[in-house]
């Protein structure tokens, strides 16, 4: 592939300095730059991305670790929107993932969704809607209240995607099992995070 350079390490004996680098090597074993069509940015680096245009309304997104999006609207292709509605939903995931397996195990399996459509109005995306789904059998009411807080505070806390939209997007996460049990005990409350 043109423009990916790779620095791969190779096991054997070595210094402090190179046990130092095969560890840096370890976090990023491929580090991919663009092709030399247009000149680096001064700002490149660390959390860089990119996309170059394919076609007409088509482009690749990429990445320094070497991986590729097809965008737009085409077969095989991923939409601006969708890959908003995506970075919501895996930095949520990513954010509650450590404190959720605390209390349902390292393996607990889980499934996050995103809705929303834009308004064809304003051109924008008026709310985000989050379903996140998880095996939560066995759990008592206590836990499952517990289990709702500790998620709505990961994800506040360290969603950084999250805390970069809102307030301008209302985004809320509906929990499923917690949520409509709690609405069914008839405590009057949605279970939809409020705005962050």
Same mark, same amino acid.
């Given at each position: 592939?043109?423009?990916?350079?790779?620095?791969?390490?190779?096991?054997?004996?070595? @210094? +402090?300095? +190179?046990?130092?680098?095969?560890?840096?090597?370890? &976090?990023?074993?491929?580090? @991919?730059?663009? +092709?030399?069509?247009?000149?680096?940015?001064?700002?490149?680096? &660390?959390?860089?991305?990119?996309?170059?245009r394919?076609?007409?309304? @088509?482009?690749?997104?990429?990445?320094?670790?070497?991986? !590729?999006?097809?965008?737009?609207?085409?077969?095989?292709?991923?939409?601006?929107?969708?890959?908003?509605?995506?970075?919501l939903?895996?930095?949520?995931?990513?954010?509650?993932?450590?404190?959720?397996?605390?209390? %349902?195990?390292?393996?607990?399996?889980?499934? %996050?969704?995103?809705?929303? $459509?834009?308004? !064809?109005?304003?051109?924008?995306?008026? @709310?985000?809607?989050?379903?996140? #789904?998880?095996?939560?059998?066995?759990?008592?009411?206590? &836990? %499952?209240?517990?289990?709702?807080?500790?998620? +709505?505070?990961?994800?506040?806390?360290s969603? $950084?995607? #999250?805390?970069?939209?809102?307030?301008? $997007?209302?985004?809320?996460?509906?929990?499923?099992?917690?949520?409509?049990?709690?609405?069914?005990?008839?405590?009057? !409350?949605?279970? &939809?995070?409020?705005?962050?």
């Open positions: 592939m043109p423009g990916l350079t790779c620095f791969v390490h190779a096991p054997g004996n070595h @210094s +402090d300095a +190179d046990a130092a680098q095969a560890a840096r090597a370890q &976090e990023a074993t491929v580090t @991919s730059v663009p +092709d030399d069509t247009f000149p680096l940015p001064e700002e490149f680096g &660390e959390g860089s991305v990119w996309a170059d394919v076609a007409q309304r @088509s482009l690749i997104g990429r990445n320094r670790r070497g991986v !590729e999006i097809p965008i737009g609207k085409g077969e095989g292709q991923i939409d601006p929107g969708e890959l908003l509605k995506l970075a939903i895996g930095c949520a995931g990513m954010s509650m993932d450590i404190p959720t397996s605390r209390r %349902l195990g390292e393996d607990f399996p889980l499934r %996050l969704w995103a809705h929303g $459509t834009s308004d !064809e109005t304003s051109n924008r995306y008026e @709310s985000v809607h989050e379903q996140i #789904q998880l095996d939560l059998d066995g759990l008592s009411a206590d &836990e %499952l209240r517990r289990l709702r807080t500790v998620i +709505d505070r990961s994800i506040e806390a969603c $950084t995607v #999250q805390r970069t939209v809102v307030p301008g $997007t209302p985004v809320d996460h509906e929990i499923q099992g917690i949520d409509g049990a709690r609405d069914a005990a008839g405590t009057g !409350e949605t279970g &939809e995070a409020d705005a962050r």
